[in-house]
């Protein structure tokens, strides 16, 4: 059982590009989010969904987009990455039964 | 003011010692309430819920007070291998805010 995936773990974008952040769970989990995790901080959330074909924001939406196609999947997309988006990013699927989130293990994101 | 709040830390404390960390939510809507445990660089990992009831794990123990919108944990006899970030966690329908979290340091 691999819970949940993220790829890549580690990326370094340059100002202005852009690319997809994958995340794959297998545990039938309707409810996904993504959170970014800056050094020192606590965790934030971007985006969430509580099954496919619905998203919703979260607390800092701003540079970022979200789709959610099927139950497993759910990527997270920077357009025009800035060095303000340089951060640990995470995202995680809740089940009731354990009641709580699983992580997945986190994707190093760094722009310059 | 942040919506979650818990004392940074860190806390240094040798082995075999007790340590709580408090942590505080400003939602009176929050419904649920986790400690999570996030060693370095890696993911946060749920440590425990937190139930109104309280409740215990082992050696740790975790508290509620609504009234005062007040989390604790409690850890007894501290292992080295405790050494992590702790973090408070309130949730309404399953929109969960988190804490800074707690560093702790376990010395030999």
């Known amino acids: 059982n691999a819970g949940v995936t993220q790829t890549p773990k580690f990326r370094i974008l340059k100002i202005g590009q852009s690319m997809t952040l994958q995340c794959t769970q297998d545990?039938?989990?309707?409810?996904m989010y993504w959170y970014r995790q800056d050094p020192g901080m606590g965790l934030k959330l971007i985006y969430y969904?509580?099954?496919?074909?619905?998203?919703d924001k979260g607390e800092v939406p701003n540079g970022y987009n979200v789709s959610r196609s099927t139950t497993e999947d759910f990527p997270l997309r920077l357009e025009l990455a800035a060095p303000s988006q340089t951060s640990v990013y995470f995202c995680?699927?809740?089940?009731?039964?354990?009641?709580?989130?699983?992580f997945g293990s986190g994707t190093r994101l760094t722009v310059v | 003011r942040k919506e979650v709040e818990q004392d940074p830390g860190p806390f240094n404390v040798p082995e075999g010692a007790t340590v709580a960390f408090n942590c505080t939510y400003s939602?009176?809507?929050?419904?649920?309430f986790f400690w999570y445990r996030q060693d370095c660089r890696k993911e946060p990992k749920l440590l425990m819920s937190?139930?109104?009831s309280g409740n215990e794990d082992g050696r740790f123990t975790a508290q509620l007070n609504r009234a005062s919108q007040y989390i604790s944990l409690l850890i007894r006899d501290s292992k080295l291998s405790d050494s992590a970030t702790y973090l408070c966690?309130?949730?309404?329908?399953?929109?969960?805010?988190f804490g800074a979290g707690t560093r702790l340091t376990v010395k030999p």
């Open positions: 966690v309130a949730s309404n329908n399953n929109d969960m805010r």
């Open positions: 995680a699927s809740f089940g009731i039964v354990l009641g709580g989130y699983t």
């Open positions: 937190v139930y109104s």
């Open positions: 969904s509580v099954g496919a074909g619905i998203t």
């Open positions: 939602n009176s809507a929050s419904q649920s």
């Open positions: 545990m039938n989990h309707n409810y």
